[in-house]
């Protein structure tokens, strides 16, 4: 399997939490194959690796991902096939937007500029979004005469309801950010030069924060819309049996009784 060269994505973890950029702002960051995996790579690391406690998606220039370049996939030779369309798909965006939704860790998406097609769906498949005033989301396929795919019918309709989900995928129209904001796309607009700070702020906020409880709280609140009120409660009560075994929930109960602030080392 081949890797995005060094520069097309880049990484850095500072103070816990894991800043992932996509950085082909010739391209308004159209994200290739080999990006692709590299985030899920990155994104499957950031879950594992304890001293990651929040992670920041984000991307350079005036894009923030105009969709898919299909450009360096790898060449599936001979004629297509029933069954090849779906595949690419089931191994390419659906797994890129699943590494963002099952990522244990809160993922923050810093919302730069154009997210277009599978980079809007990148942007709302993250716990929390905030956009730059310039951002714009763009759910591109119906220009195309394409079906919405990398989990765009699914994303959606959860965060504003299935008739505002089809007016924006019916008609493909850009949706400035203070428009994303009012309809529920994001959670904060800020001014452009703000943006990095203002995601800092939040995901250093969230890397402060017992780890573990948020993990399980993303798993309940993603499965919450999927299921029935018993499987939704028994869950719930399945996760605080869980997450009373650990160090942060003994710590936020001592902290409490104790009156003073709680100190959380995301264990």
């Not at 390419?92 to 769906?121: F, M, S, W, Y």
């Not at 730059?132 to 119906?142: D, G």
């Not at 309801?161 to 089809?166: D, E, S």
């Not at 906020?205 to 018993?230: C, E, F, I, M, Y």
Request: with cysteine.
């Amino acid at each position: 399997m081949s890797s995005a060269p060094a520069d097309e994505v880049l990484h850095r973890i500072e103070n816990g939490v894991s800043w992932i950029t996509l950085n082909r702002p010739q391209a308004m960051n159209a994200v290739t194959w080999d990006q692709r995996e590299r985030v899920i790579a990155l994104l499957a690391d950031a879950g594992a690796d304890p001293g990651v406690r929040a992670v920041v998606v984000t991307a350079t220039g005036k894009g923030f991902c105009a969709g898919a370049d299909l450009r360096g996939a790898p060449a599936t030779p001979g004629e297509r096939v029933a069954g090849d369309v779906a595949r690419m798909i089931r191994l390419g965006a659906q797994r890129l937007i699943a590494a963002v939704l099952d990522c244990e860790k809160p993922v923050l998406a810093a919302v730069n500029g154009t997210a277009a097609g599978i980079g809007a769906h990148l942007a709302l498949a993250c716990d929390l979004v905030i956009a730059a005033e310039s951002a714009r989301f763009i759910e591109v396929f119906v220009r195309r005469g394409l079906v919405p795919d990398g989990g765009g019918a699914y994303l959606l309709p959860r965060l504003v309801g299935p008739q505002r989900a089809k007016e924006l995928m019916f008609f493909g129209d850009a949706v400035p950010a203070a428009e994303a904001e009012r309809l529920g796309l994001v959670n904060r607009v800020v001014p452009d030069p703000e943006l990095e700070a203002a995601a800092r702020a939040w995901a250093e906020r969230l890397a402060q924060g017992p780890t573990r409880a948020l993990a399980l709280t993303k798993q309940l609140v993603n499965a919450s819309l999927d299921g029935g009120r018993a499987a939704a409660l028994a869950a719930e009560a399945t996760a605080q049996e869980i997450n009373m075994t650990t160090a942060d929930a003994n710590e936020g109960v001592a902290s409490f009784v104790e009156r003073r602030s709680p100190k959380y080392l995301g264990r």
